[in-house]
Nanobody, 124 residues
């Protein structure tokens, strides 16, 4: 089993920045990639960014490219989501997820483990 705990959410004005963290514990050797997903009120959950824990290769959704960065610190079993130039439409609950399958992507169905989520609110 793997446990994921997110932190770093909060409220910020448009144009501001936040950094989310996600710490993994448990059987972390089984993890092949980790990612961030978000769900805004009344909308489906969507993939934002993911990173291969073996190679460090990142992927980002088109909606956040150029503004968000995903990174990892393997020694701490932690991934980060640096969010810059935040927009009101970035307001959502952000979830950390981990998968033990090989392929790096933003498809929710492939992720085995999920955190509880952290709220990000961007005001205009």
């Amino acid at each position: 089993q793997v446990q994921l705990v997110e932190s770093g959410g909060g409220s910020v004005q448009a144009g501001g920045s936040l950094r989310l963290s996600c710490v993994a514990s448990g059987y972390t050797d089984s993890i092949r990639s980790m990612g961030w997903f978000r769900q805004a009120p009344g909308r489906e959950r969507e993939g934002v960014a993911a990173i291969s824990t073996r190679s460090g290769t990142p992927i980002l959704s088109d909606s956040v490219k150029g503004r968000f960065t995903i990174s990892q610190d393997n020694a701490k079993n932690t991934i980060y989501l640096q969010m810059n130039s935040l927009k009101p439409e970035d307001t959502a609950i952000y979830y950390c997820a981990a998968k033990t399958l090989r392929y790096l992507n933003l498809a929710q169905s492939g992720y085995n483990y999920w955190g509880q989520g952290t709220q990000v609110t961007v005001s205009s």
